[in-house]
């Protein structure tokens, strides 16, 4: 079976410092891994995706994301924190086997502080 | 803009009541999901219905029925609904198989069972 772990319920951060917001799966086979984020009241939105080839990939509003296979991690970066970046926030893997749905972690709250 | 539209925002029902959300995507995916969301639980797979008239049980399917009879469509029933079934309910959809497209959410139901 496959699972998401992000440690950290909460992640606190001066506005301008940057971020890490923590995520590590267990999968068999060749992982899929996306973060996402959700605003208050709001559904999920796309913010990048690992499929294969750069470790580093990068995505909407400034964020990256690192793939690191030893670890089995995928942490969420940015080099310079905004106020409006404070959401909660979620990794999910999957595999490119047949009808493979999408497990999620537990997700991260982000609070930027101005 | 493509969507994945859900019926209602809020919606407050009844004990025992048989409650119904409809979720409506416009991009012709073969795949659909349904997830409840619950504080510090993450996003919890329901069902999911990857043809018409087909569905597949997902991590958390007791007390819950899904219809598909349509492509576009996919309806979530609760039989009789429990305040343990008071939640954010999330439809995604997705194309193809092999999970590489990442889903795309609809904006939630806020569920509450009094």
């Known amino acids: 079976a496959q699972s998401v772990a992000q440690p950290e319920d909460q992640v606190n951060v001066a506005e301008g410092n940057p971020l890490t917001v923590k995520c590590t799966y267990s999968?068999?086979?060749?992982?899929?891994l996306f973060w996402y984020v959700q605003y208050p009241n709001r559904g999920l939105q796309f913010l990048l995706k690992?499929?294969?080839?750069?470790?580093l990939v990068k995505g909407s509003y400034g964020f990256e994301a690192e793939f690191n296979k030893s670890q089995t991690s995928f942490h969420l970066k940015k080099p310079s924190a905004l106020v409006s970046d404070s959401a909660l926030y979620f990794c999910?893997?999957?595999?490119?086997?047949?009808?493979?749905?999408?497990?999620f972690g537990k997700g991260t709250m982000l609070l930027v502080s101005p | 803009d493509v969507k994945v539209t859900q019926s209602s925002r809020y919606l407050v029902k009844r004990t025992g009541e048989k409650v119904f959300l409809e979720c409506v995507q416009d991009?012709?995916?073969?795949?659909m999901f349904w997830y409840r969301q619950d504080p510090g639980l993450g996003l919890r797979l329901i069902y999911f219905s990857y043809d018409v008239k087909m569905k597949e049980k997902g991590d958390i399917p007791e007390g819950y029925s899904v219809s598909r009879e349509k492509k576009e469509r996919f309806s979530l029933i609760l039989e009789s609904a429990s305040t343990n079934q008071t939640s954010m309910y999330l439809c995604?959809?997705?194309?193809?198989?092999?999970?590489?497209?990442?889903?795309?959410f609809g904006s939630g139901t806020r569920l509450t069972v009094v």
């Open positions: 999910a893997v999957t595999t490119s086997s047949g009808y493979s749905t999408l497990t």
């Open positions: 999968v068999s086979g060749n992982p899929y």
């Open positions: 690992y499929i294969t080839g750069d470790n």
């Open positions: 991009m012709d995916h073969e795949n």
């Open positions: 995604a959809s997705t194309k193809g198989t092999g999970g590489s497209y990442g889903y795309t």
